[in-house]
């Protein structure tokens, strides 16, 4: 990165500290260095100096200093055909705002190791003025569905405040090992990172956890074993509805490895090995025209298969939230 690069802060960096989020963005520069750019005020958060604890918010712009390529993260080099896959999954494209039905597995950013991302792949889509579309937010690897980018740079700012405001709704529909007690509800429990053995997860952290809420609602039951449910996180916590499916509705979600959700009971009936965990639908009010945004994304095949091996109605089902006051 060799000149300035304004980036937004998306729904789930919400709260972190800056210095830490800073670090995720440039991973091959030293801490120490990181630390250095935020006290010397070359790191701004809305132009203005803070300290390397502060907490950032969604919507908020930070400003990055030009880097030396040595110290940045390794640069994806689209490749021919990424533009093609994705407009093969593009589920609304307008100009201003790009939605695309993210696969299973393919993660939304680059990382340690990981050489193709939806963020690397959107290179391919850069315009005649350098300009090319960015995540207003992500979703895990493993999870599939609806993901929305900006094409333009005012774009993503209104969207991140559209995140930070909560004033989107995010539907996700999920197949759970077991059946709720209570067919539809609000679960409340503040999540905080594990550590030890559960480092990569989060936990219900009653002292120090932040603020968490999902809406759930059983669409429909596989006896006592399993359900087809929608969640609606109402949050956008790290993990959200993983770990509140497993800690507060004790009900993992089907395939989810890290939050007890992997189990032999189901292989007869041939259901898919993945997480079974799909972001199926998004409203929003569109920050330019005004239009009320409603885009869904179709089960993948693989969730098809294992919603049809419990009976599931794979369709669109109505908005089982329609009463739930935003």
Known sequence: MKTVEN???????????????????IGNTPFALLQKMIRTGQVRVDG????????ISAGQEVRLPPMEDKHGPTQFKPKAGDKDFLKSITLFDDGDILVINKPYGLPAQGGSKITRHVDGLLE???????????LAHRLDRDTSGVLICARKRATLEKLGKIFQSRDIRK????ITVGVP?????????????????????????EEEGKFAKTEYAVLESAGHDAAAIAFWPRTGR?????AHATYALDCPILGDDKYQGVTDSFDAIGVSARLHLHAYRVQFVHPKTGQIMDVKAPLPQDLKKSWSAFGFDANIHDDPFENVRT
């Open 171 to 174: 539907y996700y529909w999920a």
């Open 181 to 205: 007690e209570v067919t539809q509800g609000s679960l409340i429990a503040p999540l905080g990172k594990g550590t030890g053995t559960m480092k990569d997860t989060m936990i219900i952290d």
């Open 124 to 134: 391919s889509m850069t315009d005649k003025k350098g300009l090319r579309p960015k």
């Open 48 to 55: 203005k100096r803070v300290k390397g604890d502060a907490r």
């Open 7 to 25: 980036v937004i802060v998306d729904e789930a960096s919400d709260g972190q500290r800056l210095d830490r989020w800073l670090k995720k963005q």
């Open 238 to 242: 790290t993990h959200q509805i993983r």
